[in-house]
């Protein structure tokens, strides 16, 4: 008889949109790679999975070669976070280590120093006996292994030793190594990778990518993140398909009776309308007249501004007796600035279906695609 396939269990990470990536999360008990450049977001992203853990009532272990656990807590200090329940071991060199009595220090690559650091990890995961570990940086191990295939050895063995701890893990990766990146992958049960690009103009952007998901279907390609005071918020990327909804066909009034009776009443809903035209011929005004009239009825009204700020707008609406700041007042209208230069196009399209699913907008304006574009 054919056994059923179980529904394996998952493993939030606390990064609500990277759990959406993944299909609900982290496969529980596997091993993963997590790789970035420094600075792309792993330390960050490590310490949420930590926490979140901690504040399941799982046990957590962070593994610290790269940092002091001094440096691990001001961190996250930094984003109000506290690390408690997390259990932190930091295997970097200590002041005495580096004295003349010892030569054995992370900084002074051997052998006896590898096998130290493995035994030191593992005799911490035996005595805490952790539910979630991270393990924070390969890179340092690499440094030590000092050949590719005694690094590889130790990975490995380090895959074995976690296998049957009902343990999930994390091991980051700085990819500072050269050529064994591949060899990492095909150990792991999934690799995710994050990425900070600097585009010509504007803040940097970054975005992740979920490499490889052993066992289960996940969202693929990339998908924008920012880190924020309140840590990692994932963006992820829209699928169209996924959002097919029914809805009673009607048409979309200006209030405006002549321009309604001109196209029948208005735009269909469900539709998306472009209005085109060089500078000044009333584009915003006009977009604005039809988001004001959905307002007045009381349908909700979305402004995405680009080119222009609230203000300026405000008073230009009202001078031809459109109450943008009355509607917005009494909530039925919500003009949004964006900063083109600050918002990746993942977090705008975020913004966006939040508007329509959260929000319930059913007038939605973009001014202008042009903005939007650049
Ligand atoms: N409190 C904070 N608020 C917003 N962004 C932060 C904060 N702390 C750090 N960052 C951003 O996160 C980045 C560091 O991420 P980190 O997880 O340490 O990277 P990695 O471990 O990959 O080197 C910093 O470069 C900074 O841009
Ligand atoms: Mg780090």
């Keep these: 008889m054919a056994k059923a396939a179980s529904i394996p269990e998952r493993c939030q990470t606390g990064i609500q949109g990277l759990d959406d990536v993944l299909g609900g999360g982290l496969i529980k008990d596997r091993l993963y790679l997590i790789d970035g450049d420094p600075g792309s977001g792993k330390t960050t992203l490590a310490t949420q999975f930590l926490r979140e853990g901690a ?11 790269s940092e002091t656990e001094e440096e691990l807590m001001a961190g996250a200090a930094s984003h109000g976070w506290t690390l408690d329940g997390v259990d932190i071991v930091e295997l970097v060199a200590e002041a005495h280590d580096l004295g003349a009595e010892s030569q054995v220090t ?17 005799e911490a995961v035996e005595r805490i006996n952790p539910g979630r570990v991270v393990f924070d940086s390969l890179s340092e191990l690499r440094l030590l292994a000092q050949s590719s295939l005694r690094y590889r050895r130790q990975i490995l063995a380090l895959k074995q030793f976690f296998i049957g701890r009902h343990c999930t893990v994390l091991l980051l990766d700085d990819k500072t190594g050269q050529g064994s990146d591949l060899q990492l992958h095909s150990i792991a049960h999934g690799v995710i990778t994050l990425e900070q690009l600097a585009p010509v103009y504007g803040g940097a952007r970054r975005r992740l990518r979920v490499m490889k998901f052993r066992g289960t279907d996940y969202r693929g390609g990339y998908h924008d993140f ?15 398909a996924e959002h097919h909804e029914p809805f009673v066909p009607s048409v979309l009034a200006s209030g405006v009776a002549a321009l309604d009776d001109l196209l029948g009443g208005g735009p269909a809903r469900g539709t998306s309308t472009l209005l085109m035209g060089p500078a000044g011929s009333g584009k915003s005004t006009l977009a604005i007249q039809y988001a004001a009239a959905a307002a007045a009825r009381g349908e909700r009204a979305v402004v995405f501004a680009f080119d222009e700020s609230l203000a300026t707008l405000e008073a230009r609406s009202s001078a031809i007796g459109i109450p943008v700041a009355t509607l917005r007042r009494d909530g039925k209208l919500t003009v949004q600035q964006v900063d083109p230069a600050e918002m990746s196009p993942g977090e705008f399209a975020f913004l966006v279906r939040r508007a329509v699913e959260v929000e319930h907008a059913r007038v939605m304006v973009i001014d202008s695609l042009n903005g939007y574009i650049n």
Excluded at 58 to 65: D, F, H, M, S
Excluded at 112 to 120: D, I, S
Excluded at 226 to 240: D, M
């Design 226 to 240: 920012t880190i924020r005071p309140e840590g990692l918020i994932v963006f992820p990327r829209l699928v169209a």
């Design 106 to 122: 992370m900084y002074h690559p051997s052998e006896v120093e590898l096998h130290e650091t493995t035994r030191r990890v593992l």
């Design 55 to 65: 504040r399941r009532g799982e046990r957590c272990l962070y593994i610290t070669l």
